[in-house]
């Protein structure tokens, strides 16, 4: 459940991005999906891992550089999805921290409604 609450958040949120930003181009709402499970995907399976090798550059850094690692995710997912793209280097790292941010946020509300029992709801 929570891959597919971060599945929908990720998507929402490249759509979003995608409307506020001019070098952030989503060609339709099933693009904006598929561009979603795949920056999902490589979150949870390539991200990790350059962290780790990363890691000593980041905390030379003091933390800036994972902006840079969270960048090379959503450029990953705009090389590997027809139909998504994102243009310039500044223009991704920004891209890919407005992305958190709203998946984030979009994430926490989702799982909050997910986990509020039934008879709250109404």
Do not use: H
């Not at 099933?30 to 949870?44: D, E, M, P, Q, S």
Request: aromatic residues 10%; neutral net charge; charged residues 5%.
């Amino acid at each position: 459940m929570s891959l597919l609450i971060t599945w929908i958040a990720n998507s929402l949120a490249i759509y979003a991005v995608a409307y506020l930003m001019q070098s952030v181009d989503v060609a339709s709402a099933g693009v904006a999906f598929l561009a979603g499970a795949v920056l999902t995907l490589i979150n949870a399976l390539v991200k990790p891992i350059l962290v780790l090798l990363t890691l000593p550059l980041t905390v030379l850094t003091l933390g800036l550089f994972y902006f840079v690692v969270t960048a090379f995710c959503l450029w990953l997912a705009s090389e590997l999805v027809p139909g998504f793209l994102v243009q310039g280097t500044l223009s991704t790292i920004f891209a890919s921290i407005l992305v958190s941010l709203f998946s984030t946020l979009i994430n926490r509300i989702l799982s909050n409604a997910a986990a509020e029992p039934p008879e709250r709801r109404r």
